[in-house]
């Protein structure tokens, strides 16, 4: 008779910690789990329909409005006037932020595939993330906006308005966890409150 191969566990070269392929049954199969399938299934479809919307509908030009008005003051001058409209503004920043947090979860997916340890436990995390990005998004804009977060320096309107806010958008989506940490600290030195443990229970990345 042949002697059994003993298993071995041990993670492949070069990959991430926490993502080495786990020697089981359904791993040795090479299918993909079916919930995985729609999981990418909904990040492409929200890939799709942002960029679309923030190309085609609602672009970086679509979200200032100037007028130019002249006064006359023994010479004329002529000033310009903008002003962001409000709703697309928030619509657009959604967007970009669901964006940012879709590219983050998705790379997740994506190596947990690829190493063969998809854990289906963190399906409602996979799926609730780009709704949090869109609106720590837009959360992000009115503190930054407002002056209570001085973390980046906001452009006057103007026509480069638009590609500001896509850009922080997007930032503050894919990096969702280190916004919340950031904005946690904030509230404490706000209020005057702060807990040790506050930010770690509040803003823990499941996927560690």
């Given at each position: 008779?042949?002697?059994?191969?003993p298993l071995?566990?041990?993670?492949?070269e070069?990959?991430p910690s926490?993502?080495?392929?786990?020697n089981?049954p359904?791993?040795s199969s090479g299918h993909v789990p079916?919930?995985?399938?729609?999981?990418?299934?909904?990040h492409?479809?929200?890939?799709?329909?942002?960029?679309?919307?923030t190309?085609f509908?609602?672009g970086?030009?679509k979200?200032?409005?100037?007028?130019?008005?002249?006064t006359?003051?023994?010479?004329?001058t002529v000033s310009?006037?903008?002003?962001?409209?409000?709703r697309?503004?928030?619509?657009?920043?959604f967007?970009?932020?669901?964006?940012?947090?879709?590219?983050?979860?998705?790379?997740?997916?994506?190596l947990?595939?690829r190493?063969?340890?998809?854990?289906?436990?963190?399906?409602?995390?996979?799926?609730?993330?780009?709704?949090?990005?869109?609106?720590?998004?837009?959360v992000?804009?009115?503190?930054?906006?407002?002056?209570?977060?001085?973390?980046?320096?906001?452009?006057a309107v103007g026509?480069e308005?638009?590609?500001?806010?896509?850009g922080?958008?997007?930032?503050?989506?894919?990096?969702?966890?280190?916004?919340?940490?950031?904005?946690?600290?904030?509230?404490?030195?706000l209020?005057?409150?702060?807990?040790?443990?506050?930010?770690?229970?509040?803003?823990?990345?499941?996927?560690?």
């Amino acid at each position: 008779m042949s002697e059994l191969q003993p298993l071995t566990n041990e993670p492949e070269e070069g990959a991430p910690s926490g993502l080495a392929p786990a020697n089981t049954p359904s791993d040795s199969s090479g299918h993909v789990p079916r919930i995985a399938v729609l999981v990418c299934a909904y990040h492409v479809a929200i890939f799709a329909i942002s960029l679309g919307l923030t190309t085609f509908v609602i672009g970086p030009e679509k979200l200032v409005s100037c007028s130019d008005s002249a006064t006359t003051m023994q010479t004329a001058t002529v000033s310009s006037i903008c002003r962001f409209e409000h709703r697309s503004l928030l619509v657009f920043v959604f967007l970009f932020g669901a964006l940012g947090s879709t590219l983050a979860a998705s790379r997740i997916v994506v190596l947990a595939l690829r190493y063969k340890n998809y854990q289906s436990e963190k399906v409602a995390w996979q799926l609730l993330t780009p709704l949090h990005g869109g609106v720590l998004a837009v959360v992000g804009l009115y503190v930054v906006l407002g002056g209570l977060l001085a973390m980046v320096r906001s452009p006057a309107v103007g026509p480069e308005f638009g590609f500001f806010v896509g850009g922080f958008a997007f930032i503050v989506g894919f990096s969702s966890e280190l916004f919340v940490k950031r904005l946690i600290r904030a509230t404490e030195a706000l209020f005057g409150e702060q807990e040790d443990r506050s930010v770690d229970a509040v803003s823990h990345d499941p996927h560690d």
